[in-house]
């Protein structure tokens, strides 16, 4: 079992900046890849960004240059640096670990963290 608290969430003008953190507790040693997701007003939930264990990441194409992923295994903490926000980056933000044994992959979600950008 994994444990997932996000914070960093707030209320910032269009142009500013945040920053999100994701603690991870419980059996940590197995956690493969962490990410951010969001979930806008009416939306589906979708990928932001992810990190592999090795440090690999990937974003998505409407945040690419404007968000970076990070992680530190020491403290089994992600971040999500997030500049220049608009408007359209509203939304809750969830953070997702991934847990592979063998075959079967385990997802665990944190509670989320709303992100209100305003223009």
């Not at 920053?19 to 990928?47: F, H, V």
């Not at 903490?77 to 997702?96: G, K, R, S």
């Not at 847990?99 to 992100?115: C, K, L, M, N, P």
Request: proline share 2%; with cysteine.
């Amino acid at each position: 079992q994994v444990h997932l608290v996000e914070s960093g969430g707030g209320l910032v003008q269009a142009g500013g900046s945040l920053r999100l953190s994701c603690a991870a507790s419980g059996n940590t040693l197995k956690i493969s890849d962490m990410g951010w997701y969001r979930q806008g007003p009416g939306k589906q939930r979708e990928l932001v960004a992810v990190i592999t264990s090795g440090g690999i990441t990937n974003y998505a194409d409407s945040v690419k240059g404007r968000f970076t992923i990070s992680r530190d295994n020491a403290k089994n903490t992600v971040y999500l640096q997030m500049n220049t926000l608009q408007p359209e980056d509203t939304a809750v933000y969830y953070c997702n670990a991934k847990i592979r044994i063998i075959a079967t992959i385990f997802e665990y979600w944190g509670q989320g963290t709303q992100v209100t950008v305003s223009s």
